[in-house]
């Protein structure tokens, strides 16, 4: 057997940098680059690694452990799981920043691979600095804490390890129904360790996604149920895009007259103006699917997880309502008790196809669809109107971007009120050009998104859009686009704190408590300038006081060179109506009444909730 001599470094850069995918044909690197923020653990033999190949596997500097993992998935969104970014930091308090992320990744179900660096597998220095000691169990380390958020875990305790486990990290990352982070821990003087590889396991291997085929009898099973509905409803998630079923599930949807909405992660499967489309479902929804919802017989539920989001806490469907649930898990496909369809969206869908021929939903509920539909858009015609007021409303600045932005340009929200707002309000133009990250709701992804998703396709921009609470927790990837040349629109909106969680608080009974500015324990409330402090890091920046302003805006910041930041205060309480209930707990007793009030509305909600398992 041919081998090589190399570190277990070297090796594992050398293994990453010979994986390939395809991608519209053209055979593309597997993982184009890395995430890097280096200390001890990583920087002596990891990044001597890297730096030789960094033509090849390019490096790029984070700022922060968790926004440079966060850019990663971004990147993975961008790409629909067809690439991988790996993200690297040193032990300790470095590979912990990155947990947050791989909780983001692994509730998204997008790949991204995480290497740490670990403490001495010897143990001869011990304790090492960063190290956090278990003194039962000594061979824990921080790095067992990404047990709970990972699809695949490893720790390389002996330099041959690295041919089964990067293998297997891999498949997991392409499988469809597995898909999520992987994580290997990499103890520094394991990765120092010379061994003899053989060299066919450097060998260019192109991998391509498996697309599972549906049991015969369970999509038998689906057919009939589908032939035998009066309301049949099609709800659209992420899996959906990942599979690339998008024009098919588009195309089957209006053949057969059957309504289609999305869900969060779904948004922009088809376009806004798309026959079969009626809108987003469920809280942050449209009023248009939410009451195709209440009366759907059949819910033919594609490539969707059915988070609480989605279905109102489970209230949004009849409680007779039948599910048909195709998706690549097996875990997603069997919830309450639907009709589990377990296989590929592209394939099932073309199958299921075959098998209906020319059947076709009932027209007169096909055109509810379409008059729900057109009294939705006619509502977010007024939401989006401009008026006088003084301080712009959420819809109305997402309106405003909205009809500025081209075609292809990528928006990009996540936590906050913004999610809930871009939803409604945003009209899709182009399938795949929609990312709002609400799985995991984890205020920070934004921006790194931004960052990630502009490095992986050139051709667009993405315009993200934050409120400043966002904007305070985690805005240094202004500055890593600015130097690495990855240009994003950021739009800023600025409604004085956590408006959004401030909202719910104040509908449950309790007044405004350290969520806004204003209601927090502080000396003296002030905004702070956000534009001057994104142009500190190097962006192109403009505060705007009116709606108008903000049009002209959008408009330069298309035509700059860099990273261009817009800021405008927004108004903290009007929001955009929604339809749909969500559960949450409720304290039973309180000395205020109007938390015994909400507490009684909450557990008159919960007699609504369709119970399954």
């Known amino acids: 057997m041919s081998t090589i001599r190399l570190t277990m470094a070297q090796a594992l850069v050398r293994y990453l940098c010979n994986q390939f995918t395809e991608i519209d044909g053209q055979r593309e690197p597997l993982f184009p680059g890395v995430f890097a923020i280096f200390g001890h653990g990583n920087v002596t033999c ?40 790996v993200a690297t930091s040193s032990i300790g308090p470095g590979a912990l920043n990155m947990v947050t992320a791989a909780g983001v990744a692994h509730t998204n179900r997008l790949p991204i691979l995480l290497l740490a660096g670990d403490s001495f597998a010897n143990r001869r220095p011990d304790p090492v600095m960063q190290q956090v000691e ?13 047990k709970a958020v990972t699809r695949y875990w490893d720790r390389i305790v002996h330099p041959e390890q690295i041919l089964s486990s990067l ?12 898909c999520g982070p992987a994580f290997i821990g990499l103890p520094q003087d394991v990765q120092e360790v010379a061994w003899d590889y053989p060299e066919s396991f450097f060998a260019p291997t192109v991998h391509k996604v498996p697309r599972p085929r549906p049991d015969r009898d369970s999509l038998a099973e689906a057919v009939r149920v589908l032939k035998a509905a009066k309301r049949p409803l099609i709800i659209s998630g992420g899996g959906v895009r990942y599979s690339g079923a998008e024009t098919a599930l588009a195309a089957f949807a209006e053949k057969h007259g059957i309504p289609l909405c999305e869900t969060i992660a779904g948004k922009g499967t088809v376009t806004h103006d798309h026959p079969a489309h009626v809108g987003p479902i469920g809280i942050v929804g449209s009023t ?30 009849s409680p007779d309502a039948r599910f048909v649930s195709i998706n690549a898990a097996r875990w997603d496909a069997n919830k309450h008790r639907a009709v589990a369809v377990v296989g590929d969206a592209l394939e099932t869908v073309g199958e299921l196809e075959a098998a209906l021929g020319d059947h076709k939903a009932d027209g007169a509920w096909t055109e509810k669809g379409r008059l729900e539909f057109a009294k939705w858009n006619d509502a977010l015609d007024g939401y989006q109107k401009p008026t006088n007021a003084p301080v712009p409303t959420y819809a109305q600045v997402v309106g405003i971007v909205n009809s500025k932005a081209k075609d292809r340009d990528l928006i990009i929200t996540a936590a906050g009120g913004l999610p809930g707002e871009v939803m409604k309000n945003w009209r899709v133009k182009a399938p795949n050009t929609f990312d709002c990250e609400f799985g995991f709701s984890c205020m920070g992804y934004e921006i790194a998104a931004g960052w990630g998703a502009a490095m992986a396709d050139s051709t667009r921009t993405p315009i993200v859009m934050i409120g400043d609470g966002t904007y305070m927790m985690m805005n240094s990837d202004i500055y890593s686009t600015v130097l690495s040349g990855h240009k994003m629109i950021l739009l800023v909106c600025d409604n004085g704190g956590y408006a959004v969680i401030n909202r719910l608080q104040n509908a449950k009974g309790t007044p405004g408590f350290n969520n806004l500015i204003k209601d927090c324990r502080v000396k003296e409330p002030f905004a702070v300038d956000f534009a001057k402090h994104a142009e500190a890091m190097g962006a192109l920046t403009r505060r705007v006081e009116s709606l108008a302003d903000l049009g002209d805006a959008v408009e ?7 990273t261009t930041v817009i800021t405008i205060v927004s108004d903290a309480f009007t929001w955009t109506p929604g339809d749909a209930w969500w559960d949450v707990g409720v304290p039973q007793v309180s000395e205020r009444a109007e938390v015994n009030a909400a507490s009684k509305d909450q557990l008159e909600g919960r007699r609504k909730q369709r119970v399954g398992v």
């Open 46 to 85: 990891l990044s001597e690694a890297l730096e030789a190949v960094k033509d090849t596997l390019p490096t790029w500097r984070g700022q922060n452990e968790q926004s440079m993992a966060l850019a990663a998935i971004g990147f993975a969104k961008a790409t629909r799981r067809r690439q991988i970014m």
């Open 167 to 178: 293998p297997q990290a891999v498949a997991v990352m392409l499988d469809p129904a597995d």
């Open 134 to 146: 278990h003194f039962g169990n000594p061979t824990i380390t921080v790095n067992d804490a990404f």
């Open 288 to 317: 248009s699917a939410n009451a195709l919802a209440a009366e759907a017989d059949v819910v033919l539920a594609v490539g969707t997880r059915l988070m609480d989001f989605t279905t109102g806490s489970w209230t949004a469907f």
């Open 556 to 562: 330069w910041a298309q035509t700059t060179d860099r």
